[in-house]
């Protein structure tokens, strides 16, 4: 009784092992000539597919095995051969239509067409695609199937025997494109991705940590993606610079051939925006004396950066969304189409959603430059990263000068000190501190900045800031013009008087978390998780306000 119930379990676990073993299942075509062979002597020939199934270690569950045409002998031989060596394997011949076999675009579109129509079970089977026979067009379209995943495998590539070993199954070595499984390679790709994210950072080692995981995503972005990038951000924050070491990277890469192609868009007017972005053909206007070809045929094959993209009128904006999507567009007073192979990047400092609510910018432009948007923190809200950039604008300038300088301690932290208080605007931001970095070092004797020269800039930069904003007891800001006069009258004076100080603040500040920072310095202490910007756009919103219309 004990040993029936013993081999009962036995059963079971056999039939468990069955049901849960991965099945190794080998996709791969049949060779016309290295599997061929007739009589006796053809089992003293090594025959790739066949001798898959001879290693003793190595279980085939099923082998796929493609041929092109019509059923043939040698399919129906190599079934019978491998069915003698190894009846456990299950051969599933299956034809693939091909007329030219060493035509690159019917072999892809071919097995393209095989493997979405395949049930792959990865969860269940592992898939060994067989690159030893075919046509070398077969074999390199099989690898670039299996890299892309539509084959869900690994390579699988097989040799003969040696010489002295004839009739032998060979060898065979498996290939897992999954690159981060190899140590080295996987080194050496993270290597270049950090130097790839020191290089757009300027090797500035920044210590804010959502603009470092914002550098982070931009270069993966901007190696695997041709779309359009939005760069958001106050002026001064460093759009125009990220454009330039985006590009410099891709060109670095081989991933653009052309220029790189920049234009501030606040600076388009009238007819000659689109004559400008577009080019024009002679005679189009008054004026129009011979053809232009226009920035976005200039910026063929390589960046075209369009800043303050939301300053572009809406004719415009139409003609920039056709050129993005089908890469042609008309020249102004054109009848033929021009083509322009670029890759945009756009920045604005403008919330171009509101934009779009307000009808000023097209929505179908918006949501097609909308696919990557990051918005680049003002210096404000990195203020960490004021002493790192400190030390990258001195090395700068020591470079371009022929000599260094430096901050002597007292001044370094007094500089540091104002810098990082609320005093400390930063209304151009990373513009701003370039300009009092350059204006110090310039001044420095002995290539030393002293406490004298720092108190100085110090004040010059007081001064500087001083005329973005009155104080915030005086009337700041006109609120006709920003409510409407019927809406202004209605306000009691004091909301009128609280309101103007308000604004005065918001026009005093980088950001819309930076004036609410100031607004309301003493009362965010008592709260848990404060957030002063919200607590500002809803003060805003009560006169039907909104940031930008403040800024504005």
């Given at each position: 009784?004990?040993?029936?119930?013993?081999?009962?379990?036995?059963?079971?676990?056999?039939?468990?092992?069955?049901?849960?073993?991965?099945?190794?299942?080998v996709i791969g075509f049949i060779g016309t000539q290295l599997d061929s062979g007739r009589g006796a002597s053809r089992w003293e020939k090594w025959r790739p597919t066949v001798a898959l199934t001879q290693h003793e270690d190595v279980v085939i569950d099923?082998?796929?095995?493609?041929?092109?045409?019509?059923?043939?002998?040698?399919?129906?031989?190599?079934?019978?051969?491998?069915?003698?060596?190894?009846?456990?394997?299950?051969?599933?011949?299956?034809?693939?239509?091909?007329?030219?076999?060493?035509?690159?675009?019917?072999?892809?579109?071919?097995?393209?067409?095989?493997?979405?129509?395949?049930?792959?079970?990865?969860?269940?089977?592992?898939?060994?695609?067989?690159?030893?026979?075919?046509?070398?067009?077969?074999?390199?379209?099989?690898?670039?199937?299996?890299?892309?995943?539509?084959?869900?495998?690994?390579?699988?590539?097989?040799?003969?025997?040696?010489?002295?070993?004839?009739?032998?199954?060979?060898?065979?070595?498996?290939?897992?494109?999954?690159?981060?499984?190899?140590?080295?390679?996987?080194?050496?790709?993270?290597?270049?991705?950090?130097?790839?994210?020191?290089?757009?950072?300027?090797?500035?080692?920044?210590r804010n940590v959502r603009f470092n995981t914002m550098i982070d995503e931009i270069e993966r972005v901007a190696i695997k993606s041709r779309a359009p990038i939005l760069l958001m951000g106050p002026t001064g924050a460093g759009k125009s610079f990220l454009?330039?070491?985006?590009?410099?990277?891709?060109?670095?890469?081989?991933?653009?051939?052309?220029?790189?192609?920049?234009?501030?868009?606040?600076?388009?007017?009238?007819?000659?925006?689109?004559?400008?972005?577009?080019?024009?053909?002679?005679?189009?206007?008054?004026?129009?004396?011979?053809?232009?070809?226009?920035?976005?045929?200039?910026?063929?094959?390589?960046?075209?950066?369009?800043?303050?993209?939301?300053?572009?009128?809406?004719?415009?904006?139409?003609?920039?969304?056709?050129?993005?999507?089908?890469?042609?567009?008309?020249?102004?007073?054109?009848?033929?189409?021009?083509?322009?192979?670029?890759?945009?990047?756009?920045?604005?400092?403008?919330?171009?959603?509101?934009?779009?609510?307000?009808?000023?910018?097209?929505?179908?432009?918006?949501?097609?430059?909308?696919?990557?948007?990051?918005?680049?923190?003002?210096?404000?809200?990195?203020?960490?990263?004021?002493?790192?950039?400190?030390?990258?604008?001195?090395?700068?300038?020591?470079?371009?000068?022929?000599?260094?300088?430096?901050?002597?301690?007292?001044?370094?932290?007094?500089?540091?000190?104002?810098?990082?208080?609320?005093?400390?605007?930063?209304?151009?931001?990373?513009?701003?501190?370039?300009?009092?970095?350059?204006?110090?070092?310039?001044?420095?004797?002995?290539?030393?900045?002293?406490?004298?020269?720092?108190?100085?800039?110090?004040?010059?930069?007081?001064?500087?800031?001083?005329?973005?904003?009155?104080?915030?007891?005086?009337p700041s800001a006109d609120l006709d013009a920003l409510l409407g006069a019927d809406a202004a009258a209605r306000l009691d004076q004091f909301d009128a008087l609280q309101l103007q100080a308000v604004v005065g603040v918001c026009r005093q500040s980088a950001?819309?978390?930076?004036?609410?920072?100031?607004?309301?310095?003493?009362?965010?202490?008592?709260?848990?998780?404060?957030?002063?910007?919200?607590?500002?756009?809803?003060?805003?919103?009560?006169?039907?306000?909104?940031?930008?219309?403040?800024?504005?």
């Amino acid at each position: 009784m004990s040993r029936d119930k013993n081999m009962i379990k036995l059963s079971k676990f056999i039939k468990f092992y069955k049901m849960n073993k991965r099945k190794t299942v080998v996709i791969g075509f049949i060779g016309t000539q290295l599997d061929s062979g007739r009589g006796a002597s053809r089992w003293e020939k090594w025959r790739p597919t066949v001798a898959l199934t001879q290693h003793e270690d190595v279980v085939i569950d099923r082998l796929e095995l493609l041929f092109n045409g019509g059923p043939t002998a040698l399919v129906d031989q190599v079934t019978q051969d491998i069915g003698a060596v190894s009846p456990e394997t299950q051969v599933v011949p299956r034809r693939i239509d091909m007329d030219d076999p060493w035509d690159f675009e019917q072999v892809y579109g071919a097995l393209f067409d095989f493997a979405r129509a395949y049930p792959f079970e990865p969860d269940r089977e592992d898939y060994w695609i067989h690159i030893t026979t075919g046509t070398h067009v077969v074999q390199i379209c099989m690898f670039l199937m299996t890299e892309a995943r539509y084959f869900p495998g690994c390579l699988l590539q097989t040799s003969p025997p040696r010489r002295h070993n004839a009739g032998a199954p060979g060898t065979l070595a498996l290939i897992d494109l999954d690159l981060s499984k190899y140590d080295q390679i996987a080194h050496r790709f993270s290597r270049e991705q950090q130097d790839a994210v020191a290089f757009l950072k300027s090797g500035i080692a920044t210590r804010n940590v959502r603009f470092n995981t914002m550098i982070d995503e931009i270069e993966r972005v901007a190696i695997k993606s041709r779309a359009p990038i939005l760069l958001m951000g106050p002026t001064g924050a460093g759009k125009s610079f990220l454009a330039r070491r985006l590009y410099e990277l891709k060109k670095a890469r081989r991933q653009v051939a052309g220029r790189f192609v920049e234009i501030n868009c606040a600076t388009l007017h009238g007819d000659g925006a689109g004559s400008t972005l577009f080019g024009h053909v002679k005679g189009a206007f008054t004026g129009a004396m011979s053809d232009r070809s226009g920035l976005l045929r200039t910026a063929d094959k390589g960046v075209l950066f369009l800043d303050e993209i939301g300053e572009l009128g809406l004719d415009e904006q139409a003609m920039l969304l056709k050129a993005i999507e089908e890469k042609r567009f008309l020249p102004v007073g054109g009848d033929n189409e021009a083509h322009s192979d670029f890759q945009l990047i756009a920045g604005t400092n403008r919330d171009l959603a509101r934009e779009v609510a307000h009808g000023r910018f097209r929505d179908d432009l918006f949501a097609r430059i909308n696919l990557w948007t990051y918005e680049l923190p003002g210096l404000v809200e990195r203020s960490e990263d004021i002493e790192p950039n400190l030390d990258y604008l001195l090395r700068e300038f020591g470079a371009e000068h022929g000599h260094m300088v430096r901050f002597n301690k007292e001044a370094r932290e007094r500089y540091m000190r104002f810098a990082m208080s609320p005093d400390a605007r930063w209304a151009g931001n990373f513009r701003d501190l370039s300009a009092s970095i350059t204006r110090m070092a310039t001044l420095a004797e002995s290539g030393r900045i002293n406490d004298v020269i720092v108190e100085s800039e110090i004040a010059r930069l007081r001064q500087l800031w001083r005329p973005l904003g009155a104080a915030s007891g005086a009337p700041s800001a006109d609120l006709d013009a920003l409510l409407g006069a019927d809406a202004a009258a209605r306000l009691d004076q004091f909301d009128a008087l609280q309101l103007q100080a308000v604004v005065g603040v918001c026009r005093q500040s980088a950001s819309l978390s930076d004036a609410g920072r100031r607004l309301f310095a003493i009362s965010r202490e008592a709260k848990r998780q404060p957030n002063d910007a919200d607590r500002l756009k809803k003060y805003l919103a009560r006169f039907g306000l909104s940031w930008d219309d403040v800024r504005r």
